[in-house]
């Protein structure tokens, strides 16, 4: 069964705005991280955010924050002031901590293209 | 600086032979993982070791094995087995603490001559 579910294949957005990236996850472990990462075409994988499943507040790193809405089990990147650099692929990931192996789920991705 | 280096950054096979990609880390991450990413798509976990000398396998092991000798290495092969190795291939390791990301290699493009 997937655990990650990115429903938004590819997205555009215009420069200075803010984008949504949705993301959904199963699992029946109480104890969980979500994490989420940017791929630009180059192909490197950049560690943007992490929310754990116990943390009473929503992260947030700089233009980065997560909508983290545990009830409905969704996770969502928000991009504040896009920037023609931000345009890339984002995968949204789950790290399940009862199997104490630290492997990482990852959705199918969101590509997003910042238009100038 | 710590990171991850992936070498080669482009490599070819041709049919029947095994192939091994390079994987160094020098960030003292106990665990190590191997993915292949194919296009437009997400990562899929091939092998992954929590300590040296140990491994297990992910959810796309087939055609692949690995070693993990010393703590800083986790070079990959591709096998002839691997019917369909065409693919991008990324290497990650981690700290191991629940909160604690994966970093990443930049990775090594695969294609059959």
């Known amino acids: 069964a997937q655990k990650i579910t990115q429903t938004q294949p590819g997205m555009f957005v215009q420069e200075k705005e803010a984008v949504t990236l949705d993301c959904t996850y199963d699992?029946?472990?109480?104890?969980?991280?979500l994490f989420w990462y940017k791929q630009p075409s180059s192909g490197e994988m950049i560690f943007l955010i992490y929310?754990?499943?116990?943390?009473?507040q929503n992260a947030t790193e700089g233009r980065y924050s997560l909508n983290f809405q545990k009830a409905r089990k969704s996770a969502n990147l928000v991009i504040s002031a896009s920037q023609l650099g931000d345009s890339a692929m984002y995968f949204c990931?789950?790290?399940?901590?009862?199997?104490?192996?630290?492997?990482?789920?990852f959705g199918a991705g969101t590509t997003v293209t910042v238009r100038a | 600086d710590g990171g991850i280096t992936q070498s080669p950054k482009y490599l070819f096979r041709k049919e029947g032979q095994n192939v091994t990609l390079s994987c160094e880390q020098n960030?003292?991450?106990?665990?190590m993982y191997w993915y292949r990413q194919d296009p437009g798509q997400g990562l899929r976990l091939i092998y992954y070791s929590q300590i040296v000398n140990d491994f297990q396998k992910g959810d796309i092991a087939e055609g692949y094995s690995v070693s993990r000798e010393k703590k800083e290495s986790f070079p990959l092969t591709v096998t002839s087995a691997q019917k369909n190795p065409t693919a991008f291939y990324l290497c990650?390791?981690?700290?191991?603490?629940?909160?604690?990301?994966?970093?990443f290699g930049d990775g090594t493009r695969l294609s059959i001559l």
């Open positions: 990650a390791s981690s700290s191991g603490g629940s909160n604690q990301p994966q970093h």
């Open positions: 990931a789950m790290r399940e901590l009862w199997t104490n192996d630290y492997k990482l789920s």
């Open positions: 960030l003292n991450h106990d665990a």
């Open positions: 699992t029946s472990d109480p104890s969980y991280g």
């Open positions: 929310q754990g499943s116990y943390d009473q």
